[in-house]
C-alpha cells in the first residue's frame, strides 16, 4: 500500500515540476543570435537568413549593437 502512495506522490510530484519547466520556457526571452539583445517591441526578433536561430529584424540596428558591445 506505501509503495502505491510514494509511487502515486512521485508521478504528482514530477508532473508540477514538468509543468513549472514549460511555464519558465514560455516565458522566457528570446535573444537575437547576433547582438544579444532580448526580444521586445523596439526590437522584434525574426528567423535568421541561415537558420542559425533568431536575429533582429532590423539589421543596422543590430550590426550597431553587435559594435557596441565589442567596445
Do not use: F, Y
Not at 51 to 59: A, H, L, Q, V
Request: with cysteine; charged share 40%.
Amino acid at each position: 500500500m506505501s509503495n502505491e502512495v510514494d509511487a502515486k506522490t512521485a508521478r504528482e510530484r514530477a508532473k508540477q515540476i514538468a509543468e513549472q519547466r514549460r511555464a519558465e520556457r514560455r516565458n522566457r526571452k528570446r535573444k537575437c543570435v547576433l547582438c544579444g539583445v532580448e526580444e521586445s517591441d523596439k526590437a522584434p526578433l525574426g528567423p535568421h537568413p541561415d537558420g542559425i536561430g533568431p536575429s533582429c529584424k532590423d539589421e543596422m540596428a543590430c550590426q550597431q549593437r553587435k559594435a557596441a558591445a565589442a567596445r
